[in-house]
């Protein structure tokens, strides 16, 4: 009974598979299939942050012109610009080879 | 023979810039007083006045110690943004100052270490499992809030293998060991929480298009109030498509299943392990894991480990 079961739940699976994949395959070439499969992939997180709260680099130390961090603007760029707004999906592991 | 070695009477010997190098990332990662201002002493004790003039000219409006300052304060500045940009719905819930208290004590506990920002909060949830004195009397639910937006930086960019193709499927049986993508991260949560954090982002941006950048240095501790969210366990999936991230609700026996499969069971071990304790009926069961398998598919969440 439960071999049986068993069986019938791969089989499922495996018709599953088949069939999801071949959604899939006609979503790569019609955007009416992406769209309803973007439709079911849950609720988006829209990426866009608000801007940093409180700490913003700029000018918090007051020290424009003072001296001493004269690289403190552009010490702040590069981070994470690319998060949320898509298009940078890497493997994100490897560090850069200076490092 | 260089300055360096020679070993001048009449000025100390010049550093090397290893020495340098090192000196000033000790200074620049101390932690900064409660006032935010350099620490006066070193971790082992010197006078930070005297160590910052050992490798920091003056100019004419700052001292040495001042302008080693700037940079001590930017780099603090700079981590806490970092983890309030990853961590806003965690910042919402818990009131901005509660939430820079708990982002200094686990930087000091966990500091930067990457050469990327993006993982600088990689291990603040089994910090914050193990410091509930941080997060309060929501303490479970901050974790939750915390687990969901972590599952954002790992579903946004971890890596995407090739979909199982049919012709693998062909081959596949009941031993067979297949992968989850990385960016499918799954969320076994106290709380249903989604829907908070998501509401938190909106507010968040709202509030920040609305008044531009606001300053909060005045505002109280107090914590914003929160969207009602029920104490219920929730099974949740945080994935990409198309360069975008969502947060799919998902079935116990699902999520089960999917999590044997992640955890490396066979094909039969995995369906066999998503139903166990279920009180569905098994003669819904294959109708179930056609869906799910059906789901996965089209979302290319599986892959074959070869």
């Given amino acids: 009974m439960k071999n049986q079961l068993n069986a019938l739940l791969l089989t499922a699976a495996l018709t599953g598979l ?30 866009e942050q608000a801007p940093s709260p409180k700490h913003s680099c700029k000018g918090k130390n007051d020290c424009k012109g003072t001296g001493g961090c004269k690289t403190s603007d552009q010490g702040c760029k590069g981070k994470n610009t690319c998060k949320g707004k898509g298009g940078c999906a890497t493997d994100g592991s490897k560090a850069p080879s200076f490092v | 023979m260089s300055a360096a070695t020679r070993g001048s009477t009449e000025n100390p010997p010049r550093m090397s810039l290893l020495e340098i190098q090192r000196t000033m990332a ?27 003039e050992t490798f920091i000219a003056p100019n004419q409006q700052l001292t040495a110690f001042e302008r080693l300052e700037l940079y001590n304060r930017q780099y603090w500045y700079r981590l806490l943004d970092a983890l309030a940009d990853d961590f806003p719905a965690l910042r919402a819930a818990l009131g901005p100052q509660r939430f820079e208290a708990l982002s200094v004590a686990y930087l000091g506990a966990y500091p930067s270490r990457s050469f990327s920002l993006r993982n600088l909060g990689s291990s603040l949830i089994p910090w914050m499992a193990e410091h509930p004195e941080h997060s309060g009397r929501r303490h479970r639910l901050a974790l ?54 998501l509401a938190l982002h909106r507010r968040q941006r709202r509030d920040s298009s609305e008044a531009g950048v606001r300053h909060e240095d005045s505002s109280d501790a107090a914590e914003e109030k929160l969207p009602r969210v029920s104490h219920r366990p929730s099974w949740v999936v ?5 360069n975008s991230v969502y947060y799919r609700s998902l079935m116990r026996e699902e999520f089960l299943t999917l999590a044997a499969i992640e955890s490396g069971y066979s094909l039969g071990e995995a369906l066999e392990a998503g139903f166990v304790g279920t009180r569905k009926s098994p003669s819904r069961w294959p109708k179930m894991v056609e869906q799910w398998f059906a789901d996965w598919a089209e979302f290319g969440w599986i892959y074959e480990n070869s």
């Fill in chain 2, 26 to 52: 000790t200074a620049v990662m101390m932690p900064l007083t409660p006032s935010e201002d350099m620490q006066p002493v070193t971790p082992d004790g010197r006078d930070m006045h005297a160590v910052a």
């Fill in chain 2, 144 to 197: 939750d809030v915390a687990r969901i937006e972590w599952a954002f930086v790992e579903a946004f960019d971890n890596a995407q293998h090739k979909p199982l193709t049919t012709d693998q499927i062909r081959t596949l049986s009941g031993d067979s060991r297949l992968s989850l993508q990385p960016h499918v991260r799954l969320l076994a949560l106290d709380h249903a929480a989604v829907d908070l954090v």
């Fill in chain 1, 18 to 47: 088949v069939g999801g994949t071949s959604v899939a395959a006609n979503a790569a070439t019609n955007p009416n299939s992406a769209r309803t499969t973007v439709a079911k992939a849950g609720l988006l997180r829209t990426g």
């Fill in chain 2, 238 to 242: 945080a994935h990409r498509v198309d």
